[in-house]
Structure formats: C-alpha cells, structure tokens
C-alpha cells in the first residue's frame, strides 16, 4: 500500500485561487481537499528521487502549481533528431518532406527508435503522459522502410505503456493510390495502431484522398487526425470537405484537423464560414505554432505572414482547439525540446494571449481539451481517477510561463516517474534566494 499525501498545492485549471491538498493511495486520487490559505505541514517538497522512498510519506508544496499530466496531440517521435542526415536549405515544408523521405531509406529500426524513446521521455520528464504520434507511411519505398516507423512506434508504445500513453497515427501517403499502396494500406491497419493521419492538402487530388482515409477509417473503426491546410494560400480550404465528409460519415467528434494555416490567410468573411462549418461537424483542432513559424511565409518580404491559425476566433467559437509541439530538432522544425509549457509560451505570443484568463486558457490548451481530442476525457485530476500530474516549482501561473520552469515532478502509474531539479546560485555580497 502506498499513500503520499501532496499538501498545498495550487491547481490553476480547477480553480484560480484555492489550495488544494491531495491524497494519493495506490496510484489514485484518494482525495481533494480545498482551502482558501497555505496549511502548516512539517517537512518541504523535494524535486529529488531518492527523497522519495518511502511508502508513506507528506509533502508541503508550498502552494506550487500542480497539472494533470501534459497531452501532446501531435508529435512526429520517428522524425525527431534526424536533422543532421536530413538537412533542409530552404525551410520549405517541401524540401523537408524531401530531404526527410529521401535520408529515411538509410535508417534502421534501433536508430529509428532510440530517436523516438529520447523525444518521448524528454517529454516525459517536462511532465508529459500522452503522446499522440504522427508516423510517416510512404508506400512508394522499400518493404522495409514502409513499415520501420509504424512498427516501431507500436513496440515503443508497449515498452513505455507502464509511464506513458502513445497513440500511434500512421500518414495515409499523399498521392493517388494504386493496388500496391492499398495493399500495403490494409496491412498497416491491421497492425494495432490507434487512428489514421494523412495530410491531404498537399495530395495531387486532395478531395480524393479525404475520401479514401474516410473510406479506411469506417472499415477499420479508426478515428482520424489530419494535417490540414498547412499553406499560407488563401484557396486552400480541405476542410470544408472534411467538415462534410465528417458530417456524411457520422463521424462527429473522432476527426481532429491540425495546423490550418490557410484559415489565417483567408479573408475574416470566409474564414467564419470554416469555422462555423467546424463547429457544425465537431472537428477538434491543434495549432502547431512552433513548426508554422519556422516553416510558414517562405516566400513573404516585407511584413511576413506566421502562418499561425485564428486561435482565439476558433476558441470563442467553440471549437476544442488544442496546442502542441509538431516536430523536434528534424527538417521541419530544427529546434525543440518537447516540452508543452514551452509551447503553451509560444503559443501565448503568436495568438496573442497573455492576460490573466488567458494564460488558464493556455494551460487547458495543454490538459484537458488535447485529452478530449484524443480520447482521454478521464485525464484531469479528480477523486477515483488514476493519479497522473506534473508539480512545478512556480507558485504562480504568471511565473510558469515567465520563467517556464524547468524544476518539475511527474508522477504517473502509481510513482514518481521524472524529477528534474535546477540549483541556481547568486552572490551579491552574500549567498541569496530569488
Ligand atoms: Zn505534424
């Protein structure tokens, strides 16, 4: 039996002002205590492991901010850290995906997922606990490479099963399909991964290939996950389609459209009318502002456009929108770290939302709505719900995201599964605390 009472902390996402102490037995929420001040409790929290040994034990957080574990709903593990095989000259998406597909015939399973096992526990150890994973599919390859992402994205997802939760979404490829992808197609299906991804925009005949993953998405009772619209061409609308392919299949509330970039470009009149048509099919969407800024506006001079979708209009309208980190340090996005609070910043600066209510926006950007979206409504931090959070060492939302705290702790399945301490030293005089 174990018991730890977490004592003090605060849980911005429950409410703004109250402390909460939480008692934690075997691996679930016990209970919830709130208070309005700070309780007397004997010994501080550490952000130390062997601190934690004991199988009983009381903490007093100090009124440290407390999150349900982190859902990063859009990553790419298999492409992370490959940026220095697979360069990218331009910055285009395009020469991304080119340079990316061309350097993916030389990897090897063991290259492909210690890349993808380092990116997942980074992430981990910032406090995430679901991933959703991108993976690319490209059927015009060798057997071999068809097939590495997927399978090893579905052996790295049973090995970290204990501490965290992949969703594996393999890309549909982008042109039209002969017998040979569609064969290749249905024996990936089969394969036990958790939903279909594609970006049909970029497809020779877009529409075409809304249809076909709709069509495999039914057969296999699989909810989907789009790449959608990442142009800064106004003209680029995929999800109108989508929407109506939603609607038709009866598959309001499993598609989820990421990116939509063009919805920025667009004029406002037209850009309602997809939100609307979003809202009416109950798409959920992620914006992915790190990716966008590095890969969006190539070909803009002067004032050059972000690429970043109508964040605020698509939350004032309803619309779940979720943020997450897309690539890490590969063609795509050369930098990154996994780290969701960092995105939750950035998203901050390219949306525009820094005010009070805004930055608990932010953070429900990161938790709860990205749980939503992948299927996870029981994440959050409620009694008889399996204990799954992350501590900060920030006792203010408005320090959080100042300082994006790297002193974290993540508990998950019954343990602390991540600690990460930072000891800053200054000297002026004498030794101080800031
Ligand atoms: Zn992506």
New binding site residues.
Partial sequence: MMMMKLMNVRIPILHENYYFDLVIKDGYVAEIIAHEGLRKVERLFSFSLKDHQESESEWDAQGRILLPGMVDA???LDKSHSLFVAPNKSGTLLEAIQSYTQASERFTDENVKERMRKTALTAMAHGTTTIRT?IDFSTKMSEDTTFRGVRMALELKEELAPYLDLQVYPMLPYYPYEDQDRKKIERMLTMGVDGIGGAPHISERPLECVDEIFAYATKYQLPIDL?TD?SDDPTVDTVLYIAEKTMEANYQGKVVV??LCSLAAMDHAKAEVVIMKMKEAQLGAIT?PA?NLYLQGREDRGVVRRGITRVRELHEAGVPIATAS??VCDP?HPFGRGDLLQIAQLTGYTAHMGGNKDLTTLLEMITEVPARLVGKQEKGISVNQKADFVLFNATSVETLFAELSQARAVFAEGRWVAMTSVDRQVVVNKPMTI
Wanted: aromatic share 8%; net charge negative.
């Fill in positions: 859009h990553m790419h991108h790449h990442e990421d990116h992915l990716a897309d690539n795509f």
